[in-house]
């Protein structure tokens, strides 16, 4: 099974940086179905191809699963399938979700991209691919395949090499064949459950819900299970449907394209990782670690022995466990890790124990009332050696263009505080549970309305 993309946007190989992967190498990945290589057949400055080579083992395909003869002669190893969906996933994971440490303006620049796949079977006939395509602006050249050469009497089969065009961006193109691959082929290869929901609104983001054939989409894709169908349709057409998870998700993302411009997150979590290795703190929680962008940098870093993420939203949980796995770490390195959901408000014995607890852009989170319930289960009851608070300095949010005026960063923040409130309220706690607190200042500063993010340190005092 075998998916190339193209470019001739210039310099072409710079493909090779959208999809991390360098052109000048084959790169070898295991899944759990077989083996996918990544290989360049031509890269230069003019135009440069990338190839997605998928070789599905139809023994481990079955394996366990009591077999019948039809499961080993299949189709399967050798069209694209949901399988390739989760080839691009798990190979192009970066690329997939937009991002480019190297090229950061390009990933989200249109580039004319040409898409091939050798194989494809297309339940609906070409007419239904092109329903598929061409509303998202692909320009579909099908070419159809006989059932046999030898007997051309016997007509046409469903199988066909597809050539996708358009200029677009490559995140897009790998969203658009994520989820539209599995629909032509309609013949799903696991299991359907609510997590499908969650992965087709995730991939179908901004252009499933204007697709004129969603429905048919949303129904192929959930392999016609009428309740999953329903749960991803009302999501679909209406933004308010969305659970609270998914609002988080989505909220989360506004409050990043606010701050983006200071790359804010960066400075944040740098400052973080510093303030923790400054006090030795080996062994840390983090407190409403959300999708793990803290987590990450921990984990990569073997000075961190113990590393434990708490959050309220499952959701959350299950999105940072994917980006961790794929970090690909040893195994021995993934037991320094532990996802635990719990809310901050209630005292839990698991946050017992660490060097150091972070508190990152959270508390702006809980209700004020409530507030005083974490600060009793952080500095009362798990009660670790270094407590690290961060949260944003409402003062600064004039700074922010694309912010209209006397609205909050993110529209789940409860409260935003001024330095003097945030100063006012750490001190405090910090008189109140015999801690010590300094401040530090993250972002660049404006001499009136001072730094976008404040942080404060805890350190316990001897008693
Ligand atoms: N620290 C992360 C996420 C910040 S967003 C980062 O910097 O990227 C705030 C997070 O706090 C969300 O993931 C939210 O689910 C979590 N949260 C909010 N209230 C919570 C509570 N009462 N208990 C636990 N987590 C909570």
């Known amino acids: 099974m075998l998916l190339t993309i193209s470019t001739t946007y210039q310099p072409a190989t710079d493909l090779g940086y959208l999809l991390h992967k360098h ?12 083996q996918a290589h990544v290989f360049y057949p031509e890269a230069n400055t ?7 080579l998928l070789e599905v083992d139809p023994v481990k395909l079955v394996r366990g699963r009591g077999i019948k003869i039809e499961q080993y002669v299949s189709d399967r190893p050798y069209v694209a399938s949901s399988f390739l969906s989760v080839a691009i996933a798990q190979v192009f994971s970066t690329a997939l979700s937009g991002r480019c440490q190297d090229r950061p303006e390009l990933a989200q620049t249109p580039i004319p991209l040409v898409a091939r796949v050798s194989v494809i079977p297309c339940r609906g006939g070409e007419e239904f691919l092109r329903q598929l ?7 579909v050249r099908a070419q159809g395949h006989l ?3 030898n007997f051309p009497d016997w007509g046409h089969s469903q199988y066909y090499t597809v050539e996708l065009h358009h200029t677009l961006r490559l995140s897009d193109l790998l969203s658009h064949l994520y989820v539209l691959i599995p629909v032509l082929d309609d013949d799903k290869h696991y299991w359907v459950g609510d997590e499908e929901v969650e992965k087709l609104l995730r991939r179908g983001e901004g252009w499933l819900n204007k697709h004129p054939a969603r429905e048919q989409i949303t129904k192929r894709y959930l392999k016609r299970q009428s309740r ?3 749960v991803a349709l009302a999501q679909l057409t209406e933004e308010d449907n969305l659970d609270p998870d998914r609002a988080q998700e989505k909220h989360a993302q506004e409050e990043a394209a606010v701050e983006k411009p200071l790359s804010l997150n960066q400075h944040r979590l740098n400052a973080v990782v510093v303030a923790l290795k400054h006090r030795a703190a080996k062994r840390v929680i983090d407190l409403g670690c959300g999708q793990g962008n803290l987590l990450k940098i921990l984990l990569k870093d073997s000075f961190f022995e113990q590393i434990t993420g708490v959050d309220v939203s499952y959701h959350s949980l299950e999105i940072a ?3 961790l796995d794929r970090l690909r770490l040893p195994r021995n390195q993934w037991d320094r890790l532990q996802l635990i959901q719990g809310a901050l408000t209630y005292q839990d014995k ?5 060097d150091a607890a972070t508190v990152i852009e959270v508390i702006e989170h809980l209700d004020l009332p409530r507030l005083e319930a974490f600060e009793r289960v952080l500095f009362e009851f798990a009660r670790p050696k270094n407590a690290i608070v961060t949260t944003p300095n409402i003062e600064y949010n004039v700074k922010f263009e694309n912010l209209p005026a006397g609205k909050l960063r993110h529209k789940d923040h409860r409260f935003e505080w001024t330095r003097q409130e945030f100063q006012t309220w750490a001190i405090r706690v910090a008189q109140r549970f015999g801690y010590s607190v300094e401040f530090q200042s993250i972002g660049e500063e404006d001499p009136e309305v001072g730094y976008p993010t404040q942080m404060g340190m805890f350190y316990q005092l001897a008693i």
């Open 23 to 34: 052109p000048d190498r084959c790169h070898s990945f295991s899944l759990s179905f077989g």
């Open 46 to 52: 003019q135009r440069c191809t990338a190839a997605l």
């Open 133 to 139: 395509f061409e509303p998202l602006g692909y320009s």
């Open 147 to 149: 059932l046999d050469e």
């Open 228 to 230: 999953l169908t329903r």
């Open 321 to 323: 466990k994917e980006r």
């Open 350 to 354: 698991r946050f017992n124990g660490y």
